[in-house]
């Protein structure tokens, strides 16, 4: 790529005008360089442009047809290509000004504007400065540039985005899985965080046991038998708490009521003993305890749902402790990925409930010193919005209370979805890091504009033309939001290689 891009012709505020020079390509999105006088940097964002000329007046306008034809070709090319050659006619890019370097390397934010004519050139590696925030210690991509992918890596801050929860947002297709791999990937070169996948269509673990550092790194938890790859998820019956039992299922009035009087008359020994007592008795041991009759059907509803977690989650009186070995994995900073494939809605409701609020409970329960020597811990739902959409999130769920609290303890979400205008406003809003692939729908893409803490409303040409494996990566602290290309998983494994 040609690195003389054009010239400055207006400056207003953060806004700047450039003709681009001849034969040069600048496209919507791109980062641009604007030399200014005393050497300082001024870094701008192409949002627009307009094709201005002398001829486009009316009049011109009028002068140019009359050189066509009746059906609109050219009687003399050569001569229509001289009115509308040389600098009768410019193409003109209308830029914002992100933030300017002084002689020093210093970074700020806009202050003053650069001066008329001085020159537009595109980005290179001695930009440092601005390529340093811009790279963060997660590396995902490459800065794209237009049209252009620059050899310039791309990526976040793992102590500044995991705690304040990242969304990734993407039509089906758009790469919102190879980021995760590319994602994971990163933060197991790196150790220095903890991830937790629940894979719900076990997609992940061949890329991630391709990582250099996956025997170190990487564990992986089925409820099938142990295997080459995969260890089994047990739990045990005071594992299962209330909490993932309702997520799980619709259940009415009466049976909630239940479900809580069974576990503060039993306590931990509740899911035990309501699998292993007939309904008659358990009727009777509640009516002995808390005065009221439950019918018979209210409790066997429960006692099935019970029964089917069971066998599907492995519930039983265990010696291992895998749930604790899980989370011990996550504190010390490893990639841990539960596949979910093999489950129903059911199990999977209640095992991703369970295991998120073991951790959020776990870590809530450390004090600030020993929270300092644990790893930040990142959660990846995908398909959030069965989780966290408007309705659900009324509930307080789990996945809710993270969103709203985790940051405090070092945890955080990653809430992937395709559609992410059903997702709760209040969860929207919560997210500080934006991953936004290509999204089909205009509704999709308002719903983010509104939400962003980052004003990405300049931005919307570029995210209307996203293609698969290119993204906007909009953080708090980034000073504005970057175009990616995203690795793919395969060539980012290469690209450690070297
Ligand atoms: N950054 C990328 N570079 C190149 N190809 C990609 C990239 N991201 C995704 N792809 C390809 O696009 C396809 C769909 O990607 P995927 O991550 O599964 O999308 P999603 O999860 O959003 O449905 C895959 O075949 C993948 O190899
Ligand atoms: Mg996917």
Redesign the pocket.
Known sequence: MQEYKGRLTLAKGTYVEFVVAPDEDVDFGDILAVEGKNDDIFYIRVYDFKVKSRWSDLKGVGYLMSKLDGEGKAENQEELDFYLGGNHTVKVGMAEQLCYANANGDLFNPKTCPDFFCEVRALRKEDAILLAELKGDLEI?LLKSGRAIMDLPVGIYGNKTIGEHIGVF??????????VKVLAGSIATNGNYGVLIFDVHNEYHNALIQHPRAKEKVFIYHTGESNGYAKQLKLDYSQLSIEAIVSCANFTEPQLDALFKLSTVWQDKWLEYILNYEVEDIIEALKEETGQKFQSRTISKIKSICWNLKQELNINGYEEDVLKEIINKLETGNIVLVEMKEISNLGEYALSTLLSQALLHYYTCKTEVEREKTKTVLIVLEEAHRFLGKKSHANNNIFAQLVSEARKFNLGMCVIDQQPRLLADQVLSQLNTLFI?GLASKADRSKLESMSRKDILKQRNEIKNLD??EMIAATNYMRFAAPV????YEDYLEHLSH
């Not at 993407?170 to 980021?179: D, E, F, H, Q, R």
């Not at 290309?485 to 793919?488: D, E, I, Q, S, T």
């Open positions: 991509g993407g039509t089906t297709g758009s790469g919102k899985s190879n980021l692939l698969c494996g290309k995203v690795y793919k």
